[in-house]
């Protein structure tokens, strides 16, 4: 064999219990795996693993890497923590398809999330465009992990019905169905939505049922950030539910959580929804990342109605000191849909990242405490910071509970998700930790999952939602994406002050059989493709 792992612990991602053998590789496949008093196995390449554990690579189901994997060829945030497979095109709005108006409006609207994407060449305009992008990225090499993506929801409604806060016409659902179905039948493995996002959130159950059908005939599933975490969450979920029983499309809830002070201790409420819900018979999953504060771009926490008509409505919006009180009112005193219908407030607001330079001096501190600074109410800083940043400004909002976070990660149809964003000079700790942090935090040293039950999470929970018949277990046939760390010391090395550190306890990583970790060192091996919807038969 080309590789042999010897005497290895297996946790095979199954759940079941773990066990010593011999693993090999060839061709990028598992060839062999005999078990400790088995005849042992040869190779042309023998690595000692005793005191380490073999695993599937994880399965990051919730990624922001759309444009990190076509500029960085390290991408060290996610081969670090073992992840070799990242889900894109999240939350309703990612880079196709889209024509050359919608280019220039998502590229502004999702800065926050990516960078405003100066730096690469959009070449491309539909989905299988984009998948064949990454597998020609670096001169052909292809990237640093293999990457799924998700048709956005919001993409496509920008595409067919702009920015405009109204039902489509018959002729724009009619589009944004064949936009979804040209997407899935070009390799998407299903549709996300971001319904707190605009102009995603305009979309009604009605517009979003007769997309999920689409979805629904091509095998896919949909993965909404539905429309509210905060003050309407269970409805919010409820609708989601609902959603899938009607039209029969699989769903799966992204980061899904119960957060602001009115859901503290509410975990119970939406895991009952979801056991209901399966034992109808409705095909559910979430994902979760294993820490309370979320992070997203401070133009998101806006009423929607500010964000009709694109990024450049919103900045007129803003400069305008009527329309900007408007807004202040909405945020502070209501609880704009923007922000899940809760008041907001600046304490727990902090900024994380900002698109330009010179307001780089406000990245650390909350928004109120930025405001006390200067001598001025909270508003007035945050509403400088999104017109001088071009909307552009991301940031942590610390506004979860660690009850709900445990809870929700024991479910039986939980996986796991970063929800990585990448872009800022302090991201939020998941984007480097999420994986390692499950292991060695909620694993080792709270035992709140068994280091079995942990790996199925992260490996074949979510290659069963994709759909995909090779990976996610230590099997022979399957695909050689695999994972070598040290249960005893596993761990996250970024943290909420040093966001950017890399794990430890994670020495190899491969991908296709082929190391892009080694000796707890990146490699130069670019052995990452686009991985594409199967067909359903």
Not at 254 to 278: K, W
């Given at each position: 064999m080309d590789l042999v792992i010897r005497g290895v612990r297996v946790v095979d991602g199954s759940g079941g219990a773990s066990y010593r053998a011999d693993v090999g590789v060839t061709g990028g496949r598992i060839t062999g795996v005999r078990r400790e008093g088995d005849p042992a196995l040869s190779g042309s390449r023998v690595l000692d693993a005793h005191g380490l554990a073999l695993s599937p690579g994880f399965i990051d189901m919730h990624a922001h890497s759309d444009l990190a994997l076509l500029r960085d060829p390290a991408h060290e945030a996610k081969a670090a923590q073992g992840v070799t497979l990242e889900v894109l095109g999240q939350d309703g709005l990612s880079y196709a398809p889209v024509d050359d108006r919608t280019l220039g409006e998502v590229r502004t609207a999702v800065a926050g999330w990516n960078g405003d994407g100066s730096d690469v060449d959009f070449d491309w305009r539909g989905v299988g465009g984009y998948l064949d992008r990454l597998d020609r990225n670096f001169g052909g090499r292809g990237i640093a992990v293999n990457a799924a993506y998700l048709v956005p929801q919001g993409t496509v409604r920008m595409y067919a019905v702009g920015w405009d806060d109204r039902p489509a016409t018959a002729a724009e659902l009619a589009l944004m169905r064949r936009l979804v179905a040209e997407g899935l039948e070009q390799g998407a493995v299903g549709m996300s939505s971001g319904l707190t996002y605009t102009p995603g959130m305009y979309a009604s159950g009605s517009e979003l049922a007769e997309l999920c059908r689409v979805v629904a005939r091509y095998g896919g599933y949909h993965c909404?950030?539905?429309?509210?975490?905060?003050?309407?969450?269970?409805?919010?979920?409820?609708?989601?539910?609902?959603?899938?029983?009607?039209?029969?499309?699989?769903?799966?809830?992204?980061?899904?959580?119960?957060?602001?002070?009115?859901?503290?201790?509410?975990?119970?409420?939406?895991?009952?929804?979801?056991?209901?819900?399966?034992?109808?018979?409705?095909?559910?999953?979430?994902?979760?990342?294993?820490?309370?504060?979320?992070?997203?771009?401070?133009?998101?926490?806006?009423?929607?109605?500010?964000?009709?008509?694109?990024?450049?409505?919103?900045?007129?919006?803003l400069r305008d000191e009527r329309t900007a009180e408007r807004i202040r009112h909405h945020l502070e005193e209501v609880g704009s849909d923007g922000c899940h219908g809760v008041p907001?407030?600046?304490?727990?607001?902090?900024?994380?990242?900002?698109g330009h330079p010179r307001l780089a001096c406000h990245v650390g501190r909350t928004v109120r405490r930025t405001a006390a600074l200067r001598g001025e109410p909270p508003w007035a800083t945050a509403r400088r910071l999104l017109i001088e940043d071009r909307l552009g400004t991301t940031v942590l909002q610390h506004v979860g509970h660690e009850e709900n976070v445990r809870a929700i990660m024991r479910h039986r149809a939980h996986t796991g998700g970063s929800d990585g964003i990448l872009q800022g000079a302090k991201p939020h700790p998941r984007a480097y930790g999420t994986f390692p942090h499950y292991l060695g935090r909620y694993t080792r040293e709270l035992g709140v999952l068994t280091l079995e039950e942990a790996v199925a999470h992260l490996t074949s929970r979510p290659a069963a939602r994709l759909r995909l018949p090779d990976r996610g277990l230590v099997r022979e046939g399957y695909r050689a994406d695999l994972v070598l760390f040290d249960p005893d010391t596993v761990a996250a090395g970024a943290t909420f002050d040093a966001p950017r550190t890399l794990p430890t306890g994670i020495p190899y990583v491969l991908i296709d059989g082929r190391f892009v970790m080694a000796d707890g060192r990146r490699t130069d091996v670019l052995a990452g493709r686009s991985v594409r919807r199967t067909p359903v038969t």
């Open positions: 909404p950030h539905h429309r509210s975490y905060g003050a309407g969450a269970l409805a919010a979920y409820e609708e989601m539910v609902g959603l899938a029983r009607e039209t029969g499309c699989a769903l799966h809830l992204a980061h899904a959580t119960m957060n602001f002070g009115v859901n503290r201790g509410r975990a119970p409420e939406l895991l009952a929804l979801l056991d209901t819900a399966l034992a109808e018979g409705v095909d559910v999953s979430l994902d979760s990342y294993p820490y309370t504060p979320g992070c997203t771009t401070l133009v998101a926490l806006l009423p929607s109605w500010a964000g009709e008509g694109g990024p450049e409505a919103v900045l007129a919006r907001v407030d600046w304490d727990t607001v902090e900024i994380s990242g900002v």
